[in-house]
């Protein structure tokens, strides 16, 4: 226990600036009208490819018996390859909807 103490007062300013992030991003978006969500949320989605390639680079220089860090690599990959393909669906249905109609 004391150990996770030592690390979240050694890590104290990075937490901050996540914590402050998330409020940050929730009113940014809260923000955005709900014609425009869509197209950015989707946008949005597909630059978490980012994540995925930071994800494997972690996970490759990790060493084999950190199993933390291995655990999180692999749930940044699942997570940020969900949210590329769900971005790339939503774009795809969103193009689906101006295209015309056959009759």
Known sequence: MQEIFDWISLHQQMIYIVILMIFVGIEIIGRVPSVLHTPLMSGANAIHGVV????IIVMGKAESDNYIALTLGLLAVILGTL??????VVTDRMLEMFKKKKP
């Open 52 to 55: 995925i390639i930071g994800a």
């Open 83 to 88: 949210n590329v393909v769900g971005g790339f």
